[in-house]
């Protein structure tokens, strides 16, 4: 990211939480919105990885925050977002990033721990931190929730198994539910829609891919390549800016011509 697509979108004087920012989108999120000013508390499952990310924040001239949780747990959560209000007293910003992909099974492979698991930690997860924030946002009557979906659940998902698409779609109806009820307290509720994204992950599995299957994949994209992570938190950046004061329960593609709606 350069600095004058940093200089676009300020959102100084504000506190974020963002979940799943251990590495990829997660983390160059947390990274973009420290760049634009923000204070970010990351959060997570392993405490090395997110004090990474909060160094590198440090190292840019920002305030971060590692937290360690696993977003399945109510309580978990609860402590999470009281540490958060114990260090900056507020939360302006939640980015419910946290999930992870399943891979390509046929459905009567997938099992029914399967199945939950992945309902539970891409779906459940993000339901657990806004009914954790909302009391939050209602009384400061202000507030801006980025809720992180996939293509997957939009469109339909190439690599992964039809759980993870269940899932992803659930997110979406849960993004508009929750701009309808929260809108009324100044808390706008939007999603993030990406499809593939070069975060670490996914490049090793991109990497054992034959020339023919690579692509293949980048065929059925207009602009012929995958997104990078930074693209995705740019447009995470947007929806909790005040730029975006008037957009609430949209759900943004950020696909590069895959899927339009």
């Known amino acids: 990211m350069g600095k004058g697509m940093d200089a676009i979108v300020q959102i100084k004087d504000r506190i974020a939480l963002v979940t799943g920012a251990s590495r990829g989108i997660g983390a160059a999120t947390a990274q973009v919105l420290a760049r634009r000013g923000v204070r970010v508390a990351v959060a997570g499952r392993t405490a090395s990885d997110l004090e990474n990310v909060v160094a590198g924040i440090r190292r840019e001239g920002g305030q971060g925050l590692a937290v360690v949780c696993d977003v399945m747990d109510p309580d978990q959560v609860q402590r999470m977002v009281a540490r958060v209000l114990e260090e900056w007293g507020r939360l302006d910003i939640l980015v419910n990033n946290a999930g992870r992909g399943s891979p390509s099974v046929p459905v009567e492979e997938v099992s029914i721990e399967d199945w939950d698991h992945s309902l539970s930690l891409n779906l459940k997860s993000a ?135």
């Open 127 to 261: 339901f657990l931190c806004v009914r954790a924030v909302a009391p939050v946002m209602k009384r400061q009557g202000y507030g801006r929730i980025v809720i992180v979906s996939s293509l997957a659940g939009r469109f339909y998902g190439r690599m992964t198994a039809p759980h993870y698409g269940a899932a992803k779609a659930g997110l979406l109806g849960l993004t508009r539910n929750l701009a309808v009820e929260l809108g009324p307290y100044g808390i706008c509720v939007n999603a993030v829609v990406p499809s593939l994204a070069l975060t670490p992950r996914l490049k090793a599995q991109i990497d054992a891919l034959t020339e023919e299957a690579r692509q293949r994949l980048l065929s059925g994209i207009p602009l012929r390549r995958l997104a990078e992570p930074e693209e995705v938190a740019a447009a995470i950046a947007f929806l909790a800016s005040d730029d975006a004061s008037y957009i609430n329960g949209v759900s943004l593609d950020v696909n590069g011509g895959t899927y339009m709606a």
